[in-house]
């Protein structure tokens, strides 16, 4: 830690060297310890300088150091100008170049000495000269994320264990983004909030990556709430981690935190609703366009009370730890609905309200309608034209739901099953002469093994066949033997299937003439 201009470093060497040479050993170490204390240098370092009675040479100017003067200067703000003000580094690669072109041209003439010095110049020393300038012009571009650091830090952060059964109105929020395969260009996202004490969850979309955007998108999904909020707790993400969210918490009042970095365990609740909820529903299809992000609003419109209502979920009470044994203990599973009527902390007007509106739901309607908004969402991402007849209608829904197990994917919006990969051999065949000799004689002989098949078919092949061949003849017979077994049993069941009915006895025996 620097206590003492090097100046008056100086002064102290010049005057303690020479009374550091004269005295006894207690005193040096006196006079030592005290200028270590006022120069903060290392006692080894202070002794070496006491005894050679050594000053600093650092305020005075450095021997043969280059100089470059005005007019290289201002040559060098003519290359950067005429370079489109790049970078130090960038330009000291160009100058020879754009030297040798702008002379070539009549479009600068220099002298000898400040060409030399121009393309001696180094990139470090052209940005110091090119200082001034780049401040007067505005100055580097500041990057969009250069206070993302310091509002991270003064951001607080909050664990899972950290959250001790909070009362309602303390949720986590996450984007699940819509890009499909590709995550190219523009396409749209759902903002996800899930309350820790009920585990109420309340999505909306959003069309692109913006703050302010996202602050809307908030303010909609606060007034839907049945309870106020009272915290938000967010990942790292740019577009929650900004000046604009904390202000806006700041304002509302609500306490904003985030997990750590690469720590989604720490946000347990919403990451198991954007599976369970956002997934579940939506699928993995690209979405992009303002016709989606509405679509996926009114989905999102029913779904919310489909979800709150009338779909229970299991909430973890305790989680214990036995070497590599882990025990959980989960609550009986209830809805966010009955979790929030039967927590004494909800609000009573929250209370009524949630009664009010649960008598009125209609679970079949609800999910009738989430059935028809994913069928468009699909009919939007898969740019298909809509289908022209008309949609079921209440009552044919209901009665289809008792054979909608039969259907694979009864959601429109399934994950589609990815194609089969074709296959294809990459090496030649070594039983592609030999196969219809090996088949006779398994045929021929059932109960022999691919081992003794492939022990006999070296000894009639000398030299053709090595022995780690033999695992790709097992698996052949294998195959093969399993085809023919499938043959026998389609075989037995088409005969049976053709076979006459058995007649009565008396017609049995008049079968005609003899």
Known sequence: MRRVSMATRDELIAGLAKRYSEVGRMERSRILD???????????????????????????????????GEEVRQAIILLWETSDRVCGKRLKALLPVLVEAMERHGRLKLDPVV??????????????????????SGGPRRSPSAGIPLVRRSIPVRTFADWRDPPPGFVEADLVVHSGPSPRGSY??????????SGWTECAPLLVREQHLLIEALKKLRAA??????????????????????????TTQVEFTRCRPYRKNDQAFVEQKNGAVVRRLVGYRRLEGLAAARELARLYAAARLFVNFFQPSFKLLEKQRDG???????????????RLLADARTPDAARISL????????????LH??????????????????????????????????????????????????PKVRWWRSRRDPFETTWPEVRRWAEAEPDRTARQLFQRLQAQHPGAYNDGQLRTLQRRLKAWRRAMARNL???????????????????AGSTGPD
């Open 188 to 197: 749209v996202q759902t903002l996800v909030l899930t309350d820790v004490a």
């Open 355 to 366: 009664k009010k509106l649960q008598a009125r739901l209609d679970p079949v309607s609800l």
């Open 489 to 507: 049993v389609v075989e037995s069941l088409s005969n049976d299937a053709s076979r006459p009915k058995k007649l009565p006895a008396a017609a």
């Open 324 to 338: 590599a044994l882990v025990r959980k203990r989960y609550a009986a599973p209830a809805t966010p609905c009955q």
């Open 115 to 136: 060409r030399a010095g121009v393309l001696a110049m180094s990139a470090a020393t052209i940005d110091r000269a090119l200082a001034p300038c780049r401040e007067k």
């Open 34 to 68: 005290e200028f270590v204390a006022v120069t903060g240098y290392h006692r080894k370092h202070a002794m070496r300088i006491l005894r050679g009675g050594a000053t600093s040479s650092r305020c005075q100017p450095r021997p043969g150091r280059r100089v470059y």
């Open 369 to 418: 309608e989430i059935r028809d908004r994913q069928r468009r969402l699909v009919e939007i991402a898969d740019k298909t034209a809509p289908e022209e007849k008309q949609p079921a209608s209440l009552d044919e829904f209901l009665a289809a739901l008792k054979t909608a197990w039969r259907d694979e994917t009864p959601r429109p919006t399934e994950h589609e099953p990815a």
């Open 225 to 250: 709430l049945p309870f106020p909020l009272l915290g938000l707790d967010t990942d790292n993400d740019m577009v929650f981690i900004n000046e604009i969210l904390k202000v806006y918490c700041e």
